[in-house]
């Protein structure tokens, strides 16, 4: 079932903030607190954010890229998160980061005690805390997006 949005309006906007104004405004502040205050280096959280939005197949999430002070990741960072486990462009943070991504989408149940030690060596456990409510809110928010075919109907603005 996709969202039939009315003429002139925004699809994400629409359906985030009027339809569900209650619940779908507390939703967009949550996405916009993980971009705006997280404290992850920007590969790591764009290892995350791009492999959930792989995941996902939302075309708005895998279109975009986060941009701090300035700086994105470089074009071709989409096809090192793809190839994360042997690719030469990622630090074991990031490396890390697309491999959690992955399996909290896809096994959360297999998360073992070997995983949570390599995690330990290179995160905080306030990192890892954030880290997981990050990709919960894009894994919850690009599925949603996904779903209604929002990601179809919008159109990116060009940086």
Not at 92 to 99: G, K, N, P, S, T
Request: aromatic content about 12%; some cysteine; charged content about 25%.
């Amino acid at each position: 079932m996709n969202i039939d949005i009315p003429e002139g309006k925004d699809p994400i906007g629409y359906v985030w903030g009027e339809m569900v104004p209650g619940i779908g405004v507390a939703a967009a502040g949550l996405s916009l607190a993980v971009y705006q205050h997280t404290t992850l280096g920007l590969r790591e959280f764009e290892a995350a954010r791009l492999r959930i939005a792989q995941i996902n197949g939302c075309m708005f999430c895998l279109d975009w890229r986060t941009e701090r002070d300035g700086v994105k990741v470089e074009d071709d960072f989409i096809d090192a998160v793809t190839q994360w486990r042997t690719t030469d462009a990622f630090d074991d943070r990031a490396r890390l980061a697309a491999e959690y991504a992955e399996r909290y989408a896809l096994d959360h149940h297999g998360l073992d005690e070997e995983f949570w030690s390599r995690m330990a060596e290179h995160y905080s456990q306030a990192e890892v805390v954030e880290l997981t409510m990050s990709i919960g809110a894009w894994l919850a928010f690009g599925r949603l997006n996904r779903v209604f075919g929002l990601d179809a109907m919008c159109v990116l603005p060009k940086f």
